[in-house]
């Protein structure tokens, strides 16, 4: 008799989850969802929630924790609001933010998305505690989302994922600036792909990327449209050292996507939407932070050589996995 295979789990859900909502929140909030992470000098974690109100706007809100599961300590009122008197793309709030740590700069760089009349389009703010922000206002225009900062400069340049959407689809694309407000030399890295596959039409950067000394790990969600409405998943693919931009291995299926009563049932069901990580001290395990149902914040476990090794065996090289696949 032969043993049944089953697909192989690469991140386990934390016994705890969800860790946070918006009942540990200090003042009225709906829902909490989709944080950045960061691991602070002092080894507090710290998530940049998002926190959406009743009127349906999100403002950012940070939670630190010594062991980044519990006994977290939320911020008394908002950390970073919108601020449309002055940043008018942000009139309906800011979301999902990614954090990196810019080592040249000592600051972290948080991207996020800005919402108002013209789309949402991509913000950046630089900072050095997570109290005071030095906001530089929209750096892409809407239709675009899903952006984080590489934490060192790509050949002399700044780098930012995004995802910009046109009708040819919604892709990951790479651009580059010499100064976090000048970008150009805009680059197509990881396109959707078509028809039944679970990634199609639809992709978008989760956390920021993983610097691994095979590549660039990017974990990146896919959006699968039903006749129920929307499933987000989650897959990899790795980048090459040097550019950033060659795909060298796109793995085939999702590797996480909604199983558990709070990732299916929510404001919006059937979402896993991962926006921030931290690293164990080996430098190996790692600390996903994602969305729930677009209602809670939950944690999953990892391995980051376990995922490479699941691209050696599940995944291609690039021109293999363009649109035409
Ligand atoms: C995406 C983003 C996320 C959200 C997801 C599911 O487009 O807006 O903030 O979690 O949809 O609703």
């Not at 002055?86 to 740590?101: A, C, Q, S, V």
């Not at 949402?120 to 703010?125: H, R």
């Not at 530089?136 to 675009?144: E, K, N, W």
């Not at 050292?241 to 049932?265: H, K, N, V």
Request: charged share 20%; hydrophobic share 35%; proline share 7%.
């Amino acid at each position: 008799m032969t043993t049944p295979q089953h697909y192989e789990t690469l991140f386990h859900r934390h016994p705890r989850n969800p860790i946070l909502t918006a009942a540990d929140w200090p003042y009225p909030a709906h829902t909490v969802f989709n944080p950045g992470a960061t691991r602070l000098r002092d080894g507090t974690t710290l998530l940049l929630c998002r926190v959406e109100d009743r009127r349906g706007h999100s403002h950012l809100c940070a939670a630190r924790s010594a062991n980044g599961v519990d006994g977290w300590v939320v911020d008394a009122s908002p950390t970073l609001r919108p601020e449309p008197e002055k940043y008018p793309e942000e009139l309906w709030g800011i979301e999902d933010p990614r954090i990196t740590f810019v080592e040249e700069l000592g600051k972290y760089a948080v991207a996020y998305t800005a919402f108002s009349k013209g789309g949402p389009g991509v913000a950046l703010a630089l900072t050095e505690d997570f109290c005071h922000f030095e906001r530089h206002g929209l750096v892409m225009q809407p239709d675009d989302k899903d952006a984080a900062l590489l934490p060192r400069r790509i050949n002399g340049s700044f780098a930012l994922l995004h995802r910009p959407v046109t009708d040819s689809g919604a892709h990951v694309w790479m651009s580059f600036s010499p100064d976090l407000r000048n970008w150009g030399g805009h680059k197509l890295v990881l396109p959707a792909r078509r028809g039944a596959w679970w990634d199609a039409n639809r992709v978008g950067l989760s956390p920021p990327l993983i610097e691994t000394p095979r590549g660039w790990l990017m974990l990146y969600h896919g959006v699968r449209r039903t006749g129920a409405g929307s499933l987000y998943r989650l897959g990899a693919a790795l980048f090459d050292l040097e550019t950033a931009q060659q795909c060298l291995l796109r793995g085939d299926s999702w590797i996480f996507g909604p199983e558990t009563p709070y990732e299916r049932e929510g404001d919006v069901g059937y979402v896993t939407f991962p926006c921030g990580y931290t690293l164990g001290a080996d430098g190996d395990a790692i600390n996903l932070y994602y969305g729930a149902a677009d209602t809670s914040v939950a944690l999953a476990t990892g391995s980051i050589s376990r995922i490479l090794q699941w691209l050696d065996r599940n995944g291609q090289c690039a021109d293999r996995t363009g649109t035409e696949g």
